[in-house]
Structures are given as structure tokens and as C-alpha cells.
């Protein structure tokens, strides 16, 4: 009986923590390089009255999308770097995001692709990054991460009544986050406590 229990009390558990990752909805902004090749991030922007049907709309005029060390603050200016800058005119802009490493230490280079230089950030001891949307005063995390397909991802961020958007290709966002994997420990083990008391 004590074993019937615990089998039950296990798939309970099992099934908060898939409720909270799925109830999760978007990815978690947070992400390190590829096993293989670069990260690339997409500006596709129609000017307004011209979307055509299906398509998503990007960068407004005015707003900009970058990339930050996910182990500093986003509204850090020197280790985030501005990426990619909406327009009232079409605009197709491809950003290559490259990070690369020296004596432990990593670094994020961010070209476009017909190789001109953007800039980069320092990561320091951890290769993780995450992106920002900014509307030239202040910056936004996303309020939505979409996986759209095999590695690539929908940035989102929505305010007053329209969206910004990001494509992301290659990217390779991280697991479960740790916090929720602790909470599935400690469940386990209280209910392993409790099934000896019974």
C-alpha cells in the first residue's frame, strides 16, 4: 500500500513540475551558444499598412533589440549591446552572434551578415546571454519567447496595443531552470519522509 502511494505521490509531482514549465509558456530568456555554428537574430519590418497576410510584424521606428551577459543586469551598458533598429521602411537585417573564449574567460562579437562589426560584450566565466527590447529610453525583457520551430525562436514584446518582434535562429536556450529542479528534489524528499511515517 505504502508503495501505491508513493507511485502516486511521484506522478503528482511530476505532473506540478510539467504544469509549472508548461504553464510557463514562453522559453526562459536565457541561453548559450550552439553546439554548432553561430546565433543569429532577425529584424524582417514592413512599414505600417503594408503587412502582408501571415507575416509578423518587427522592429517598430524607434525601438531596438540587443543582447546582454545573463549573469549582469540588462540595463547594464557596458555588457549589453544594442543589436538590431526598427524603421518606418522595409528593412531585412541579419545579425550574427559569435561567442568565443580566451584563457576561461567568453566573450559575445555581434556582425552583421555581410561581416561589418557591431561590437561585443564580455561574459566572463559563464558563456550565457539573454536579449532586451528598448524603446530608446528604457529596456524590456521579453514578454514572450515562442520556439517556432527546430532552434528558432519568436522574441515578443507586447505593450499598448501592438508588438515588437525578433526572429531567432540557432539558439540554444537553457534547460528547466535550477530553481524549478530544486523544488522537485525537495518535494521528493518530503514525501519520501513522509512515506516512512506512515
Not at 72 to 91: H, T, V
Not at 143 to 156: M, V, W
Not at 169 to 197: E, F, Q
Amino acid at each position: 500500500m505504502k508503495k501505491r502511494y508513493f507511485f502516486l505521490d511521484f506522478v503528482g509531482i511530476l505532473f506540478i513540475l510539467f504544469q509549472i514549465e508548461i504553464g510557463n509558456a514562453s522559453v526562459v530568456n536565457h541561453f548559450v551558444p550552439p553546439d554548432q555554428g553561430n546565433s543569429t537574430v532577425i529584424n524582417l519590418n514592413f512599414p505600417q499598412g503594408t503587412l502582408p497576410t501571415g507575416r509578423i510584424k518587427g522592429l517598430s521606428q524607434g525601438w531596438l533589440f540587443g543582447v546582454y551577459d545573463y549573469d549582469n543586469d540588462y540595463d547594464n551598458e557596458n555588457s549589453s549591446l544594442d543589436l538590431l533598429e526598427g524603421s518606418s521602411e522595409f528593412k531585412w537585417d541579419e545579425v550574427k552572434l559569435i561567442v568565443t573564449q580566451t584563457d576561461g574567460k567568453y566573450s559575445l562579437n555581434a556582425t552583421f551578415t555581410n561581416s561589418t562589426f557591431i561590437g561585443n560584450i564580455f561574459l566572463g566565466n559563464s558563456p550565457d546571454f539573454g536579449f532586451y527590447f528598448s524603446n530608446g529610453t528604457a529596456r524590456f525583457k521579453p514578454s514572450d519567447i515562442t520556439q517556432k520551430g527546430p532552434k528558432t525562436y519568436l522574441f515578443t514584446y507586447a505593450h499598448n496595443g501592438t508588438e515588437e518582434n525578433i526572429w531567432g535562429k540557432n539558439l540554444n536556450p537553457v534547460p528547466l531552470p535550477a530553481t524549478i529542479m530544486l523544488l522537485g528534489t525537495s518535494l521528493m524528499g518530503l514525501l519520501i519522509v513522509g512515506n516512512r511515517r506512515r
